[in-house]
């Protein structure tokens, strides 16, 4: 028999009973709704141009720490803009998936952005660098209870 599987004495979890079943079809669902929204965010106008307006301070920009300075904001307010439309459009797709029985947290509203009250559980969509920090665990683990990061990065 230890020719066919690499554990015979090991557990098969065929129903997907266990914890760790959930969490991993869990996660695994809310990542296919975020790599969805992420395909389908776009920039609005608004946002491109306030981009753009710190390109061109940058081109406009009398010193190299002042063309720098312009182009990191460039950067992260297109970061920034990018996330909240993941965000949104997640939040959209997980409020209508049936399937996954879980809260999500209002825009504006303090909270991370999917939970699960009966299991203490929560799923933040966020950068993986983001999550790295820890501010999301800090911010959410004492009332929300045990977090994974879903990174749309």
């Not at 081109?59 to 002042?66: G, I, P, R």
């Not at 797709?93 to 879980?102: A, H, I, K």
């Not at 999917?114 to 203490?120: E, P």
């Given at each position: 028999?230890?020719?066919?599987?690499?554990?015979?004495?090991?557990?098969?979890?065929?129903?997907?009973?266990?914890?760790s079943?959930?969490?991993?079809e869990?996660?695994?669902?809310?990542?296919a709704h975020?790599?969805a929204?992420?395909?389908?965010?776009?920039?609005?106008?608004?946002?491109?141009?306030?981009?753009?307006?710190?390109?061109?301070r940058a081109n406009?920009?009398?010193?190299?720490?002042e063309r720098?300075?312009?182009?990191r904001?460039?950067e992260?307010?297109?970061?920034?803009?990018?996330?909240?439309?993941?965000?949104?459009i997640?939040?959209?797709?997980?409020?209508?998936?049936?399937?996954?029985?879980?809260?999500?947290?209002?825009?504006?509203?303090?909270?991370?952005?999917?939970?699960?009250?009966?299991?203490?559980q929560?799923?933040?969509?966020?950068?993986?660098?983001?999550w790295?920090?820890?501010?999301h665990?800090?911010?959410?683990?004492k009332?929300?209870?045990?977090?994974?990061?879903?990174?749309?990065?």
């Amino acid at each position: 028999m230890y020719g066919y599987v690499s554990d015979p004495t090991g557990w098969l979890d065929v129903f997907g009973l266990s914890s760790s079943s959930y969490n991993a079809e869990v996660k695994r669902k809310l990542q296919a709704h975020t790599d969805a929204a992420r395909e389908e965010a776009s920039l609005s106008r608004k946002q491109m141009a306030s981009i753009e307006r710190s390109k061109n301070r940058a081109n406009n920009a009398k010193t190299q720490k002042e063309r720098d300075y312009h182009l990191r904001r460039a950067e992260s307010k297109k970061q920034m803009y990018m996330g909240t439309q993941i965000d949104t459009i997640f939040k959209r797709r997980v409020e209508s998936d049936t399937t996954l029985g879980l809260s999500v947290t209002a825009r504006g509203k303090f909270g991370p952005d999917v939970y699960n009250s009966d299991t203490k559980q929560y799923w933040d969509l966020t950068t993986e660098k983001g999550w790295n920090k820890g501010t999301h665990q800090n911010k959410y683990d004492k009332e929300f209870g045990t977090g994974v990061g879903i990174f749309w990065d």
